[in-house]
């Protein structure tokens, strides 16, 4: 335990250290080309070591001393019509993108919550789903979101997608959530927590849990939003 906590505590030092040159209101990609590899070094020690939390607290750092308040760069994917979408043009509310590597979502009660809160909000926020695959993939996968899910994909076999985006998945993860303002500005961005698919818990508590971990974000959002102030309060 010791071992573990000296690790942990050597890991944040070594993170502090390189957040000082964090690139606060300036581009995503500015500021994941300044961090990232130092960010993966120490993050990749404690993966190593089983530290798994210490890994997790790794990465909320990095992203709240890095990435929060940066601005998402001219991201672009495809539609499920094979037609190129300009994300920071297109979306003119507040934005909640998602990303999925298609096989690896294993998420009925993710899926589930994503929609309903589509349903109820698409008035106000902009709900958008990338998978990082082909378009015969993306378009089988658009079929499990309902109508107010846009549904997007990258293909990284073409060479139309930036660096700058390609990062999003190969720095960060595969699967995470993006909070943006309507300024392009990003709030916030979590991890999809995969701890919560390998319990045995109900559909309803998976459900539940997925939800809340939603609802923090949105509220985040409508935060930011000079349009309302009307919070979603959890039940």
Not at 7 to 13: C, H, K, P, R
Not at 37 to 62: C, R, S
Not at 156 to 163: A, D
Not at 165 to 178: C, D, E, F, T, W
């Amino acid at each position: 335990m010791k071992v573990i906590i000296i690790t942990l505590i050597l890991l944040l030092t070594n993170l502090l250290s390189y957040s000082q040159t964090s690139l606060k209101d300036s581009l995503f990609s500015e500021a994941i080309h300044a961090n990232i590899k130092t960010y993966k070094l120490t993050a990749n020690n404690a993966y190593i070591n089983y530290n798994l939390d210490g890994g997790d607290m790794l990465f909320n750092q990095f992203v709240e001393s890095n990435l929060v308040n940066t601005y998402l760069d001219n991201f672009k994917a495809r539609n499920t019509h094979g037609a190129i979408i300009t994300i920071n043009k297109y979306f003119k509310s507040p934005v909640i993108l998602v990303t999925y590597a298609s096989w690896c979502i294993r998420d009925n009660q993710e899926i589930a919550s994503l929609n309903e809160l589509a349903k109820v909000h698409h008035n106000e926020i902009d709900f958008v789903v990338v998978y990082w695959d082909n378009k015969n993939t993306a378009r089988k996968k658009a079929k499990i979101h309902n109508k107010h899910i846009h549904v997007l994909y990258i293909d990284e076999r073409e060479n139309i997608f930036s660096n700058e985006i390609k990062n999003m998945k190969h720095a960060l993860g595969l699967s995470l959530v993006y909070y943006i303002n309507s300024e392009d500005k990003i709030i916030a961005i979590k991890k999809n927590d995969n701890s919560i698919f390998r319990t045995k818990n109900s559909f309803k508590n998976g459900y539940v849990q997925n939800n809340n971990d939603f609802i923090d974000g949105l509220n985040s959002l409508l935060i930011h939003n000079s349009n309302t102030n009307e919070l979603i309060v959890l039940d």
